[in-house]
């Protein structure tokens, strides 16, 4: 995942890769054909967070405490606590591979 801006401002190029789930090589190629954006501070190059939350059309601010992300569709991790986990016969409410006594056929 991305961070926010306002958590992270700067990222280096492996951090990148990681959030993209690329190969730290295909990271550096794309920061070098300019695909992502970066700066050089100190002989080191950055990829300032805003400009690759913008690359992906993601929100720049953290939502308000309770909202339903794009991003993710999960309510923010601060108010999880109040939308328990679903039970086991919730989860598998839909499913016909399980049974109405909660095992398998």
């Known amino acids: 995942m991305i961070p926010y801006p306002e958590d992270v401002a700067l990222l280096t190029v492996e951090q990148v890769a990681a959030a993209l789930n690329i190969c730290r090589t295909a990271a550096y190629e794309a920061v070098k054909r300019n695909e992502i954006p970066s700066v050089r501070i100190a002989g080191r190059i950055y990829v300032p967070t805003a400009e690759l939350r913008r690359l992906f059309g993601m929100s720049l601010s953290r939502p308000p405490a309770g909202a339903v992300t794009a991003e993710t569709g999960l309510v923010s ?16 409410a839909d499913d016909p591979v399980v049974d109405a006594g909660g095992g398998p056929p």
Request: charge should be negative; hydrophobic fraction near 20%.
């Open 77 to 92: 991790s601060e108010d999880r606590r109040h939308y328990p986990a679903p039970t086991i016969e919730e989860a598998h």
